[in-house]
């Protein structure tokens, strides 16, 4: 089960972070990822980083200003969200997946947290 937290609104330039939490035991071996969907777009991947922590993605729109992280002490993955632009507004879910990096299907979904910037 995955919980998504975080979500809310800001103005343009500002920042946050949103957090997914996971139940189970083996975080560690789930590659994890943060997807957004925007009214009236396909989802689409924002971020996504291996179980070790060592590989990470992310969609050329947000680099440089999103960072993923994951604490699997605390079954939980992250995403920092810095320059934020009102293009970023969506509904952001985190995914886990136990395929191979670089060959992940995203099995399961979080519920999503709304993230809306002003302009």
């Known amino acids: 089960q995955l919980q998504a937290s975080g979500g809310g609104l800001v103005q343009a330039g500002g920042s946050l972070r949103l957090s997914c939490a996971a139940s189970?035991?083996?975080?560690?071996?789930?590659?994890m990822g943060w997807f957004r969907q925007a009214p009236g777009k396909e989802r689409e991947a924002v971020a996504t980083i291996s179980g070790s922590g060592r590989s990470s993605y992310y969609a050329d729109s947000v680099k440089g200003r999103f960072t993923i992280s994951r604490d699997n002490a605390k079954s939980t993955v992250y995403l920092r969200m810095n320059s934020l632009k009102p293009e970023d507004t969506a509904v952001y879910y985190c995914a886990a997946d136990t395929a191979a990096w670089g060959k992940e299907t995203y099995d399961y979904w979080g519920q999503g947290t709304e993230v809306t910037v002003s302009s």
């Open positions: 189970g035991r083996t975080f560690s071996s789930y590659n």
